[in-house]
């Protein structure tokens, strides 16, 4: 079934910067976009950039079927600052049986309510946003990307007390509960770890585990 839908065309509801950035970015991987915004000026900024972008009330529910909303498998609701707005057209959402809906919150009560109502998936990019930064401004990451609530991926510098010996014998795993997924040396490029792998000091790696353990790992540096 994934299959078929992987490349359906995607409504995107909201043309704010998280809206439009989304809506771009799909239309870049060459996937259909209908972009939806009330805004004539946002509508008009991004004619030509997405496949068909219209200025309209978008809590109206005679407007989204006119539009052919209740056609389509996949949805966001990319509509935050406007609480019930992001209700209201994810409830019409719901109504029109679009399967997949993707909503904004902006807070967890929001969520919940998005949740309640037939979200499948409820995300926080603000605050998802908020948290990555927070990381790299420690300076102790370079890159940063949770991707479930307590479980990360990070680029980092190898901390220095497992520089020198094989993966295998420094117990990240066992002790620290976290994994090296990949590892670039100085001028190189990415490739798998594996238990025979050595870090150096210049190397860059990919590790993953749970928040609390790569900040505890990082911390031995």
Not at 59 to 69: H, P, S
Not at 190 to 216: C, N
Request: one cysteine or more.
């Amino acid at each position: 079934m994934l299959a078929d839908v992987d490349n359906e065309p995607v409504v995107v509801i909201g043309l704010g910067r998280f809206g439009s950035a989304i809506a771009l970015e799909l239309t870049r991987r060459g996937i259909e976009v209908l972009a939806i915004d009330q805004s004539t000026k946002l509508v008009q900024s991004l004619a030509g950039h997405l496949t068909r972008v219209v200025a309209a009330d978008c809590t109206d529910l005679d407007t989204l079927r006119e539009l052919g909303v209740d056609e389509f498998y996949r949805a966001v609701v990319a509509v935050g600052t406007d609480i019930e707005a992001s209700i209201l057209i994810t409830s019409m959402l719901v109504e029109m049986e679009v399967e997949d809906i993707w909503a904004k919150a902006v807070s967890d009560h929001h969520g919940r309510i998005l949740e309640r109502i037939g979200a499948g998936h409820v995300v926080y990019p603000e605050r998802e946003a908020g948290q990555r930064v927070a990381h790299l401004v420690s300076g102790q990451l370079l890159d940063y990307m949770q991707v479930d609530e307590d479980f990360a991926i990070a680029k980092v510098r190898p901390p220095h007390p497992f520089v020198g010996t094989p993966l295998s014998e420094t117990r990240l795993r066992s002790k620290y509960d976290v994994t090296v997924v990949a590892v670039k040396n100085k001028g190189g490029e990415f490739t798998y770890a594996t238990a025979e792998t050595e870090l150096a000091y210049d190397d860059l790696i990919l590790i993953s585990g749970r928040v609390a353990d790569i900040d505890r790992v990082v911390g031995l540096s």
